[in-house]
């Protein structure tokens, strides 16, 4: 995975480390396809989507960028204006011998409201452009290549909802981990079937975000989902 993946120095950018892919690695993008059975089906050269620089910098900001803007802030504390009370001047003004006071719900009073206090509206999300996004996405897959964790399909049909018959796609794949298995178009079936699995996620080309690629371990995908992949983050 991308933090074992040997760290250099990118001449490009001041203190970003990537993960250049050697000759050897781009040339070697020929990937076997299986069916359903686990049989052998023919191979599969990987576009250049899969064999791009792994820019690591943008993985870890594109970890937080997500992250960041999934938080909800649910903590709400009272201003002085949300106190119940204080409407009446506490003292008058002159003659006390003690500091001017207007209000007891202050914020320097017991009860009073808060300064600066959390609330919902706070947002914790960071920018990060679109383009960068793009990049992070990028490097990942091509990590999943190196790291010979994609496992692709011919084709993959169901005749009925049946999660046995997912289950045994994988044990035919050999497939020993978690699993992200990337759909090309929608299949109801195949939807239903996969929910139940615990350590299995359904996703579609379009809603690949950086976070399962991260927290899933294998990519499993047909042959023409790379192609959409391709398609879309090779513009």
Same mark, same amino acid.
């Given at each position: 995975?991308?933090?074992?993946?040997?760290?250099?120095?990118?001449?490009?950018?001041?203190?970003?480390?990537?993960?250049?892919?050697?000759?050897?690695?781009?040339?070697?993008?020929?990937?076997?396809?299986?069916?359903?059975?686990?049989?052998?089906?023919?191979?599969?050269?990987?576009?250049?989507?899969?064999?791009?620089?792994?820019?690591?910098?943008?993985?870890?900001?594109?970890?937080?960028?997500?992250?960041?803007?999934?938080?909800?802030?649910?903590?709400?504390?009272?201003?002085?204006?949300?106190?119940?009370?204080?409407?009446?001047?506490?003292?008058?003004?002159?003659?006390?011998?003690?500091?001017?006071?207007?209000?007891?719900?202050?914020?320097?009073?017991?009860?009073? $409201?808060? %300064?600066?206090?959390?609330?919902? +509206? /706070?947002?914790?999300? @960071? !920018?990060?452009?679109? =383009?960068?996004?793009?990049?992070?996405?990028?490097?990942?897959?091509?990590?999943?290549?190196?790291?010979?964790?994609?496992?692709?399909?011919?084709?993959?049909?169901?005749?009925?909802?049946?999660?046995?018959?997912?289950?045994?796609?994988?044990?035919?794949?050999?497939?020993? $981990?978690? %699993?992200?298995?990337?759909?090309? +178009? /929608?299949?109801?079936? @195949? !939807?239903?079937?996969? =929910?139940?699995?615990?350590?299995?996620?359904?996703?579609?080309?379009?809603?690949?975000?950086?976070?399962?690629?991260?927290?899933?371990?294998?990519?499993?995908?047909?042959?023409?989902?790379?192609?959409?992949?391709?398609?879309?983050?090779?513009?």
């Amino acid at each position: 995975m991308l933090s074992k993946v040997k760290q250099k120095r990118n001449p490009d950018s001041i203190g970003a480390k990537s993960r250049y892919p050697t000759e050897k690695e781009r040339s070697g993008k020929k990937v076997t396809v299986y069916n359903m059975k686990g049989e052998k089906k023919g191979t599969m050269i990987l576009p250049d989507v899969f064999s791009q620089e792994i820019k690591l910098h943008l993985v870890h900001k594109a970890v937080l960028w997500q992250l960041k803007k999934s938080k909800v802030s649910t903590a709400h504390t009272k201003t002085r204006s949300e106190r119940r009370g204080g409407g009446r001047k506490p003292w008058r003004q002159k003659g006390t011998g003690r500091a001017r006071a207007g209000s007891l719900r202050s914020p320097i009073f017991r009860k009073g $409201g808060v %300064v600066f206090g959390p609330t919902p +509206k /706070k947002r914790f999300a @960071i !920018k990060m452009p679109k =383009k960068e996004r793009k990049l992070a996405t990028i490097s990942v897959l091509s990590d999943k290549a190196l790291e010979k964790k994609i496992i692709i399909l011919d084709k993959l049909k169901l005749t009925q909802i049946k999660t046995k018959k997912i289950e045994q796609i994988l044990s035919k794949l050999k497939i020993l $981990g978690t %699993v992200l298995l990337v759909l090309d +178009k /929608k299949d109801e079936k @195949i !939807k239903k079937s996969a =929910k139940n699995i615990p350590y299995l996620k359904l996703a579609s080309v379009s809603s690949i975000n950086i976070l399962d690629l991260m927290n899933f371990e294998y990519l499993l995908i047909t042959k023409e989902g790379i192609l959409k992949i391709a398609e879309v983050f090779g513009r």
